[in-house]
């Protein structure tokens, strides 16, 4: 079972910028990482992954605006958001797959329980 503790999220207005960190119990290297974030009234949707060869992947709704990272050393996933819109307010969530590789599309094994994000106008 793997433990997986968001924070970072809070309040900004329209422009600016967050930075989303994910703590894991075990070693992130094993796994597919991804972020994933819900709105209300909407289907949880996928934003980035990053495999085990330090790939990444990004939507497009979120890209050159956001980007997905991670730090071996501490077992750490970020996502840092920039040029942040009303749109993008959602509860966030980090998940890892079992699969290391082929993380678009993969099953999310391990959740986190989500942070949230308010995007002010």
């Known amino acids: 079972q793997v433990h997986l503790v968001e924070s970072g999220g809070g309040s900004v207005q329209a422009g600016g910028s967050l930075r989303l960190s994910c703590t894991a119990s075990?070693?992130?290297?094993?796994?597919?990482m991804g972020w994933f974030r819900q709105s209300p009234g909407k289907e949880r949707e996928g934003i980035a992954t990053?495999?085990?060869?330090?790939?990444?992947t990004t939507v497009d709704s979120v890209k050159g605006r956001f980007t997905i990272s991670k730090d071996l050393a501490t077992d750490t996933l970020y996502l840092e958001m920039g040029s942040l819109k009303t749109e993008d307010t959602a509860v966030y969530y980090c998940?890892?797959?079992?699969?290391?590789?082929?993380?678009?599309?993969?099953?999310?094994?391990?959740w986190g329980q989500g942070t949230q994000v308010t995007v002010s106008s």
């Open positions: 990053i495999d085990s060869a330090h790939k990444t």
């Open positions: 075990e070693d992130i290297q094993k796994f597919c």
């Open positions: 998940a890892a797959s079992l699969s290391r590789w082929h993380c678009v599309g993969a099953d999310y094994d391990y």
